[in-house]
T-cell receptor, first 117, second 110 residues
Framework: GAVVSQHPSWVICKSGTSVKIECRSLDFQATTMFWYRQFPKQSLMLMATSNEGSKATYEQGVEKDKFLINHASLTLSTLTVTSAHPEDSSFYIC?????????????FGQGTRLTVV | DAKTTQPTSMDCAEGRAANLPCNHSTISGNEYVYWYRQIHSQGPQYIIHGLKNNETNEMASLIITEDRKSSTLILPHATLRDTAVYYCIVRVYNTDKLIFGTGTRLQVFP
């Protein structure tokens, strides 16, 4: 299957700082990327949908000013957690879908574990 | 959004077939069923998807009932490495969203 790469795999940051997570589709172009968050022993929760060249669409209850999403190219989307606090500690996962058709599968990155201390 | 219902957990002996059920009684006619699995601390892995016909690939088979209100994922010869949480998802029509439910934790034992 296609490869989606996230960087970094894990990050520890101090409370109040910002952290940027990158999501790249390595062997295909992705017009749409998605960002999820997963807390321990819970399922994935969709945070936002990112479309190349346009503003991201956020799910209800997700603060767009806190979780900044940029999708500047067909192979790269970034999620910046601004002014991070310990409650933002979570597993962040991106996924990307190619441009081939409507009902193709989405591929997921390996996830980024964020710990805010 | 069509919701899915899956058993919380299942066990399966290594080498035997694992049959994972999923109910999606509110599915619309043009909504696809997707299956993903997540091994601990990794991103979800795509397994298979289908609309109304049964599907098979190198990983699994997907059996969808004629009324499309339920489906079963079949891993024909489960191995220890198949231990994971399996998610059955109905893709939201006319969007690309995959909304994850709670999934089934499959434990394959020797």
């Amino acid at each position: 299957g296609a490869v989606v790469s996230q960087h970094p795999s894990w990050v520890i940051c101090k409370s109040g700082t910002s952290v940027k997570i990158e999501c790249r589709s390595l062997d295909f172009q992705a017009t749409t990327m998605f960002w999820y968050r997963q807390f321990p022993k819970q399922s994935l929760m969709l945070m936002a949908t990112s479309n190349e060249g346009s503003k991201a669409t956020y799910e209800q209850g997700v603060e767009k000013d806190k979780f900044l999403i940029n999708h500047a190219s067909l192979t790269l989307s970034t999620l910046t957690v601004t002014s991070a606090h310990p409650e933002d500690s979570s597993f962040y996962i991106c996924s990307a879908r190619g441009t081939k058709g409507v009902n193709t599968e989405a591929f997921f990155g390996q996830g980024t574990r964020l710990t805010v201390v | 959004d069509a919701k899915t219902t899956q058993p919380t957990s299942m066990d399966c002996a290594e080498g035997r077939a694992a049959n994972l059920p999923c109910n999606h009684s509110t599915i619309s006619g043009n909504e696809y069923v997707y299956w993903y699995r997540q091994i601990h601390s990794q991103g979800p892995q795509y397994i298979i998807h289908g609309l109304k016909n049964n599907e098979t690939n190198e990983m699994a088979s997907l059996i969808i009932t004629e009324d499309r209100k339920s489906s079963t994922l079949i891993l024909p010869h489960a191995t220890l490495r198949d231990t994971a949480v399996y998610y059955c998802i109905v893709r939201v029509y006319n969007t690309d969203k995959l909304i994850f439910g709670t999934g089934t934790r499959l434990q394959v034992f020797p």
